[in-house]
């Protein structure tokens, strides 16, 4: 089934060329059924790749996906038009009063920076809190997922010694559990950060679970366990070129950084990326939908209401 998107969401053209089936809003009113409603908080400062990225992984299910895109308030973008947030996004303060079936969370990159000294952090704050009552299951990804551990559990982050960059293998530590259903035992994803929540900080927290870990890049996976908080550690929504994308730009800048670990064949920077955590990819979102998003939520949010 496809993503609803808005009608000339740029987004919406490329995955049409990829053969992904997406109807704009027009289309969508005369379809007798209830979408899924997914919000999306994009933190990420080139937006228009996040949009793409993000929407490929949620068109793999039987589900119509509604999607609303998010934009803060408190902070100003500058690396993403004007136009394109005032045509595509909506504020916080214009959907505060809906519900979601779903919320993603996405990463920033402003790892180094304590929570309290981002310039939005009380605004992302306030929508954390709004999305324990308003919406049925929250994905956080990379910082995001960093931000909503130190938030709802106080679990801190800290800065590592090398940055986390490259593709990893991971182990799935909770099988039996949805969310990694149809995993295999080990399975790839990339990472990009400067820093790690501790293992042992969220064993030691009885409301979470540990799904999937590396030995490399740490832990992976963990949730709530209710399914209503989920933390993903990674980015398995980049596609092939995003890390040689983000390594190419640093070097151009001068900073002393390797190449991404497990990425360029012979290691080499020249060669064509391996693209090795697709699959994996869209298994992980195709279950936050089914099991978490879909499977929880009433057809109608008024019967969350009456009870």
């Known amino acids: 089934m496809p993503i609803k998107t808005q009608n000339d969401l740029p987004a919406k053209s490329i995955l049409e060329r990829e053969n992904i089936f ?49 934009k803060l308030e408190s902070h100003k973008s500058t690396h993403t038009s004007l136009s394109h947030l005032n045509k595509f996004y909506e504020s916080f303060s214009e959907v505060k009063d809906k519900n979601f079936d779903g919320l993603i969370l996405t990463g920033a990159p402003i790892e180094l920076m304590e929570f309290e000294k981002v310039d939005y952090w009380e605004e992302l704050c306030k929508i954390m809190e709004w999305s324990k009552t308003h919406v049925t299951s929250t994905l956080h990804v990379c910082w995001g997922a960093q931000a909503g551990l130190y938030y709802h559990f106080g679990i801190k982050k800290h800065v590592l010694g090398q940055k986390c960059f490259g593709i990893f293998n991971h182990r ?3 099988r039996k559990i949805p969310l990694v259903r149809g995993f295999d035992d080990y399975f790839m994803a990339p990472h990009s950060r400067h820093t790690v ?7 030691n927290c009885d409301d979470l679970v540990i799904l999937a870990d590396s030995k490399e890049a740490g832990v992976f996976l963990v949730m709530k366990e209710d399914g209503r908080q989920i933390f993903m550690m990674g980015h398995p929504e980049y596609d092939r ?25 012979n290691d080499d920077p020249n060669e064509k990326p391996k ?30 209401a009456e009870k």
């Open 197 to 203: 929540v501790r293992k042992e900080d969220i064993e």
């Open 22 to 70: 997406v109807i704009d809003e027009h289309r969508a009113t005369h379809q007798d059924i209830r979408p899924i409603t997914i919000a999306i908080l994009n933190l990420m400062p080139l937006k228009e790749d996040t949009e793409l990225q993000l929407l490929r992984m949620l068109s793999n299910t039987p589900l119509q996906v509604d999607v609303s895109f998010l």
């Open 241 to 265: 070129y995003t890390l040689d994308r983000e390594y190419k730009r640093d070097v151009s800048m001068g900073l002393d950084i390797e190449p991404p670990l497990n990425y360029y064949p």
């Open 275 to 304: 693209l090795s955590w697709r699959s994996h990819a869209s298994i992980f979102y195709a279950n936050w939908l089914n099991y978490y998003v879909y499977q929880q939520t009433p057809y109608s949010w008024n019967k969350i």
């Open 172 to 174: 799935v530590r909770k």
